[in-house]
């Protein structure tokens, strides 16, 4: 990465040596016929994070950004231009029958040893950061019902079990007028499922039904099974009650506190840092997403592999337009495969709808200098690091072995959250460039801003400023090692979240691909 230096200067950031095209890193951009150090002189106002041509680019010719091809130009652009999205043509996606498959696979790196954090380990071998009762629901009849009864639970019980972080409920919009037997039912179902079964719940998910909706309570609890008839102290109907709304808050108040007395028994314990499950996630990006905060998490995360932790990135569509920089670091042929997989489902899938990758990209992602899904796929898949990619899961799977995993999750910030937490995630780090108050109640959520001048504007959202990188303040690895020891402060409860702090959190948001009746 080459950086134009000094704070009263005009400043760029130039990616790779075959870039033809810059971005600039000052806070209120720079004005027309402003010199950088080297001699370019700009023609337009261009504004922070967005693009000034090296070089004149003729009417066809390649704009390239991360040494990779971002565009074509509809008009020629002069030297010193601000590039703007209507003067570029997307490429077209990468086809997806001759990608390369394990081709470059990553040497394994030196392991990290004696890192470690406090944590509560689960029966089933997984450990969670935090010690949360999770009560699930069946369908979103019951939602009112289980919201009065959790305000409840946080008033009156609460308090009395002080080793309880927090009580949560797993409330969505599924569970009856749905076609619960079509194609691709089975993700919001596993989902649902998973999220009981994720880690910082410990086991003790409390499941409330009506009891006469097409997702039966056997299905939640235990896979492929709706006939399972499940004891009391796991599940509440409320069909079942003969005394109304007031016996109905009561009996999940009762089965709460019986929850609650077995979590505050729990206590964290020291357990290595490879118990740890991270989710990686970037939202409100913008052209400096792919140049600090991205980069800084893929270091972290190379780190994190090293010391034996699983690590999730995700983003389907905001990984397609660069998938042949993944498939070839696959450890196996049969892991790009499973890669390519996903991406060709996703592709049918908005088929569909009449839609293609080009639509994920917002109003603020243009205004943050992103042109379009082909620029912002390469910053993205910055947060994989370098490490060989070693498993993919479906929407709504569950993580089985450790690893850098693809999680293969829609863009939407809270439908990939919700599916980060179903596939066992223990601890989020989200990245950006734009701002958001996004938040999870079930993990913490580490914020990381992209830019120095957000960080400063929103001091009690966001957590890491990783825009120090691109004013030489700190490198990519300097960050990434603070990111690294600032994931296991925040996993062992040694650190809060401004999201945490504040309480901030998205509604679980399943996935549906299938209709509606």
């Not at 939202?283 to 140049?291: E, L, T």
């Not at 959250?417 to 995630?425: D, F, K, P, R, S």
């Not at 990381?448 to 001091?459: K, N």
Request: with cysteine; hydrophobic share 40%.
């Amino acid at each position: 990465m080459q950086l134009i230096e000094h704070s009263d200067s005009p400043r760029y950031i130039r990616l790779h040596e075959r870039d033809n095209v810059v971005i600039v890193v000052n806070d209120q951009g720079v004005p027309a016929g402003t010199e950088f150090s080297d001699g370019l002189v700009t023609v337009d106002f261009v504004p922070q994070s967005h693009k000034v041509t090296l070089e004149d680019i003729p009417e066809g010719g390649q704009v390239i950004r991360y040494g990779q091809v971002i565009g074509y130009a509809l008009q020629p652009i002069p030297r010193g231009s601000w590039v703007k999205e209507d003067q570029l043509r997307m490429p077209t996606a990468p086809p997806l029958d001759s990608l390369p498959l394990s081709t470059e696979v990553p040497a394994a790196q030196a392991p990290l040893e004696g890192f470690t954090f406090e944590g509560y380990r689960n029966a089933d071998g997984t450990v969670g950061t935090r010690n949360i009762l999770g009560i699930t629901t069946t369908v979103q009849c019951v939602t009112g019902v289980l919201d009065h009864a959790v305000k409840r639970i946080k008033e009156e019980l609460l308090p009395k079990y002080p080793h309880v972080d927090d009580v949560v409920a797993l409330t969505h919009s599924y569970g009856c007028g749905v076609a619960i037997t079509a194609t691709d039912a089975d993700i919001p179902i596993r989902t649902v499922r998973n999220l009981a079964r994720n880690p910082n719940l410990g086991g003790e998910a409390l499941v409330i039904s009506l009891g006469c909706e097409k997702l039966q309570a056997g299905q939640v609890m235990h896979e492929g099974d709706a006939s399972v008839d499940l004891s009391e102290p796991w599940l509440y109907r409320l069909q079942d009650s003969s005394h109304g709304f007031t016996e109905m808050i009561e009996q999940i108040m009762e089965l709460a506190e019986t929850r609650l007395k077995k979590l505050d028994q729990r206590r964290r314990e020291t357990v290595p840092a490879s118990e740890l499950i991270l989710g990686m996630q970037c939202g409100g990006s913008d052209a400096f997403s792919g140049i600090t905060a991205n980069p800084a998490l893929g270091y972290a995360s190379d780190l994190l592999l090293r010391a034996g932790a699983t690590v999730m990135f995700s983003e389907v569509t905001e990984v397609r337009d660069a998938i042949y920089l993944l498939t070839s670091r696959a450890q196996t042929k049969e892991v790009a495969q499973e890669l390519v997989w996903e991406m060709d489902w996703y592709d049918r899938y908005l088929a569909k709808g009449e839609a293609d990758r080009s639509a994920n990209t917002t109003p603020g992602n243009k205004k943050g200098g992103l042109s379009n899904i082909v620029e912002k796929s390469l910053g993205s898949i910055v947060k994989s690091g370098s490490s060989a990619i070693t498993g993919v899961l479906g929407p709504g799977e569950r993580f089985k072995e450790k690893g850098l995993i693809f999680c293969a999750t829609p863009a939407s910030d809270f439908v990939c959250g919700t599916l980060q937490l179903a596939a066992g995630m223990n601890l989020h780090v989200f990245t950006t460039g734009r701002g958001t108050p996004y938040g999870l109640a079930m993990a913490p959520v580490v914020k990381v801003s992209t830019r120095t001048e957000l960080a400063q504007r929103w001091p009690d959202l966001i957590d890491i400023d990783a825009g120090r990188i691109a004013t030489g303040r700190a490198s990519i690895e300097e960050l990434g090692w603070e990111l690294f020891h600032y994931y296991l402060d925040v996993a062992s409860g040694k650190q809060q979240t401004w999201a945490e702090k504040h309480k901030l959190h998205n509604d679980i948001t399943l996935f549906n691909p299938a209709p509606i009746t």
